[in-house]
């Protein structure tokens, strides 16, 4: 019913305002959405999506590990802290966090102990990291795969990257416009399209998004919405990081990753598990060497924790 929703109210504004409706040219007008349920309880999904991995890889190297988040902000990954080491990075120091968050207390903030670009990761060496975390992080990023090339960058050969992205189907994303691996691709291929689609990005997320948080009853109160666009397009404190650049669902998802292994170079990787909430989608790479033979399907979790990359393969 969303889906159909969806590309009914995006045929209903070209027609109204004889114009292409904006960003549907990143993707497609509805969201491969169906009803996926949860495989696995909170307790279950967390103890097994860091602690389980992290330990065999504690267990596998015979040391403590050395972790990094980035983007933690007041939600700081729950680790097995007496198997790893974090470091937490973000876009600016503590300071610069509360003046972009007030609503949240100064107190409760990861303390940045890298100040970098989330996209570049210039502040970190090549190869410092054995776990990366990003949690509801790439879907804020304009440059989506550059992030990820710069995230395996960071890792140590056999280090694992953590992800978690929002299910568009089930949030108050489900009527943005779908994002492509096209789109992904275009902008990877040609990087100056990433300014280029900009602000078009932050159009098709004002009508789409204010629709769905109901902020705007109509998609078509343009005033409203495109206000609210240039508002933050026009923030340098706003721009990058408060908009969801794009979207993904479950199958997207696991085909973007897909695609990436083959598109990103300059490192290798396998896809160790893929899990689903209502919510959200939490992937886990591996880095591996690039003329290694475990690229592929091969996994280092137990038999219980592989049926997650059915899921995985299914959805491809």
């Not at 299910?167 to 489900?174: E, I």
Request: charged letters at 25%.
């Amino acid at each position: 019913a969303t889906e159909a929703a969806s590309r009914s109210a995006i045929f209903a504004w070209e027609g109204k305002h004889k114009e292409r409706y904006p960003g549907i040219d990143f993707g497609h007008a509805s969201a491969e959405c169906w009803d996926i349920g949860d495989p696995f309880d909170s307790f279950q999904w967390r103890r097994v999506y860091y602690h389980e991995h992290m330990r065999r890889l504690h267990k596998e190297l015979g040391r403590t590990l050395v972790g990094l988040e980035v983007g933690a902000l007041h939600h700081p990954a729950p680790v097995p802290f007496s198997l790893v080491n974090m470091t937490y990075a973000d876009s600016t120091d503590s300071s610069g966090l509360r003046m972009k968050y007030p609503e949240v207390n100064a107190n409760e903030f990861a303390a940045a102990h890298i100040v970098t670009d989330a996209e570049t990761l210039t502040k970190v060496d090549d190869a410092s990291y054995d776990v990366l975390i990003e949690s509801h992080l790439l879907e804020h990023t304009r440059h989506f795969l550059l992030a990820l090339q710069n995230g395996l960058r960071v890792l140590k050969e056999g280090g694992l990257y953590f992800i978690m992205l929002p299910n568009m189907c089930t949030t108050f994303d489900r009527f943005r416009v779908q994002t492509s691996w096209e789109h992904l691709l275009l902008e990877y291929l040609q990087p100056s399209l990433v300014d280029t689609n900009e602000f078009e990005h932050h159009r098709e997320w004002a009508l789409s998004h204010h629709t769905s948080t109901g902020k705007y009853e109509q998609r078509e109160d343009l005033p409203g919405a495109f206000e609210f666009a240039q508002k933050t397009f026009s923030s340098p404190m706003l721009r990058r990081y408060y908009i969801h650049y794009h979207t993904f669902t479950p199958r997207s998802a696991a085909q973007i990753f897909a695609a990436a292994r083959v598109v990103i170079t300059s490192s290798a990787f396998e896809v160790v598990d893929f899990y689903h909430r209502q919510t959200d989608m939490a992937i886990v790479l591996r880095k591996v060497n690039k003329t290694s033979n475990q690229v592929g399907r091969k996994s280092f979790m137990t038999p219980s924790v592989l049926t997650t990359r059915d899921i995985y393969d299914a959805l491809l």
